[in-house]
C-alpha cells in the first residue's frame, strides 16, 4: 500500500487553505532525483578510476620504454668507447641514437626521444610542452631535487585523443664529460668528429651531475 505525503489542512492568515498531497506528486519524482544523482556520482568515480588506471598503465609503459633506450644506447657508447675509442663513439652516436629511439618507439607503441635546451642535434630541440618540464626540472636539479626517480607524467590532450605525456631528467655521468665536458679539454681527434657530425653543437661545457635533458615519452592511451 502507498503512503501518502500530507500537509495538514487549516486556513492560512491569507485565506488560503493547503490541500492534501499524494505521493506520487513529490516523493516519487524526489527519489527519482537522488538515483540520478548517485548514478551520476558512480560514473564520475568510474571516469576517474579509469583515468587513473590508465594513467598508470601509460607510466609503466613509458619508464619501460625509457629504460629500453637509456640501456641500449648507453651499452652501445660503453662498448664502443672501450673497443674503437671516444671519436669513432661521435660518429656511432651520430646516426646510432635517433634508430635505437625509432625502434624502441615502434616496438613499445610510443614516441620516444631525447630533448635538451642544448642541442647537439637539432632534432632534439624540445616542443613548448617539453621546453615547459626541462624547466621544471632545472628549478629542481639546482635546488638538488632531482634523484633516479624523479619523472614527470601528465595526461593531456593531442590532436582530439589523450595521451600520456612522460619526461626523465637526463643527468651528466662522467662517461659523458669526454664529448660532453668543457670544450677545451675534448681531446682534438673528438672535437673533430664533433664539428663534423653536428656543425652546430651546442652540448659542451657540462659538469658531472648536472641536467643535461630529458628522456621524452608519448603514449597513446586507449579510447
Partial sequence: MHKRCEISQGRTRGGYRASRVPMGALCVPMSALVVALLLAACAGGNDAQRAQEQREAGTAVAKRAT????????????KNIE????????????TRAQEISTLVGAEEGVTIRRVTEKTRNPVDAPDTYERRVLAQFADMAAGGRIDPSTVHAEVVSMDGRDVLRF??????????????GDAGSIPADVAQALRTHYPSDRATGYREGELRGAVSVIVPLAE
Fill in 67 to 78: 629504460e629500453r633506450l637509456v640501456g641500449t644506447l648507453m651499452g652501445e657508447v660503453r
Fill in 83 to 94: 673497443e674503437r675509442g671516444l671519436a669513432a663513439t661521435v660518429t656511432h652516436c651520430a
Fill in 167 to 180: 619526461l626523465k631528467p637526463i643527468m651528466i655521468g662522467k662517461t659523458c664529460l669526454g664529448c660532453h
